[in-house]
């Protein structure tokens, strides 16, 4: 129970930051420099410089239906919460009392773009959303399944995009995507971390060898997997190892004094969990 309750807490505070932090991003850089990020709220901001309305009642207005209508599909607990997220993030963007951080456009764009992307990563850390294109590319997905999720999102922000071209200058659309990319990025990096880590599937006939100079000169966990080459149809054994990227010419090193012909396929792992890496 008390561990349930701490779990909760926690969500609780990084959905709490992460609005602070995205509602200050357009507060202080967005907004003021008229740099339209695409989603609902660069709506608002297009509608707010064209009739008057405030950026965080478009939010409100665009997102209440889609919420009523996709809550049994998120679930009642994800939904309610994400809700109140949502409406919180319209209150903060209207109503908290920051000033402009600067009227250079380019500086907007990418701190805009970054301090945002930071806080709807850790809106998503704390298990709930704020809506948006996203979800609205979802219900249509949902509808029209051949649509994928992400064309959708790319469709729908990049008609806003375009859109503050004519609003306000070209000049606005280009800074725009500059800030809509690095938004992602950095959700991206919130929620997964840096890439750190790199997964080696090693195929050697001295595959035994590998392992044994891995394990006891690099302290770091080695899995044979079996396998059979369909060429030659002769079962050897593939090995996996994990390490992190200061580790990674080390273990290559190693590979190759072993075994000169050793094949090697490396990848970027987003986030390893477990015992010598980041805990759960």
Known sequence: MKTKLRSELKNDLFIIAGLLVAA???????????????????????????????????NIIMNV??????????????????LV????????????????ATDDMLLAAVYGGAISGIGFGLVLRGSATTGGTDMLASLLHRLIPVLRVSYGIFFFDGLVIIASAFA????????????????????????????SAHSYFIISDRSDAIA?????????????????GMYSHARKQ?????????????LRRIIFEVDPKAFVIANKANEVLGEGFKPM
């Not at 507060?27 to 009739?51: E, K, S």
């Not at 997220?85 to 402009?100: E, F, K, T, Y």
């Not at 200058?169 to 800030?179: C, D, K, N, T, V």
């Open 24 to 58: 200050a991003a357009y507060r202080m850089y967005l907004i003021p420099n008229q740099v339209v990020a695409g989603g609902f709220t660069g709506v608002g901001q297009l509608l707010n410089h064209l009739l008057g309305v405030s950026v965080g009642t478009v």
């Open 65 to 82: 239906p889609l919420f009523l209508i996709s809550m049994k599909s998120m679930g009642v607990k994800f939904g309610v919460r994400s």
């Open 85 to 100: 997220a949502m409406l919180l993030l319209s209150v903060l963007i209207d109503h908290i009392p920051l000033p402009a």
């Open 168 to 195: 306000f200058e070209p000049q606005a659309a280009m800074y725009g995507l500059i800030s809509t990319f690095l938004c992602n990025v950095l959700i991206d990096l919130v929620l997964e971390g840096p890439n």
């Open 212 to 228: 044994e100079k891995i394990l006891k000169e690099m302290d770091r966990g080695v899995t044979a997997l079996e396998a059979m």
């Open 238 to 250: 593939v090995l996996l190892c994990v390490v992190n990227r200061f580790e990674t010419m080390r």
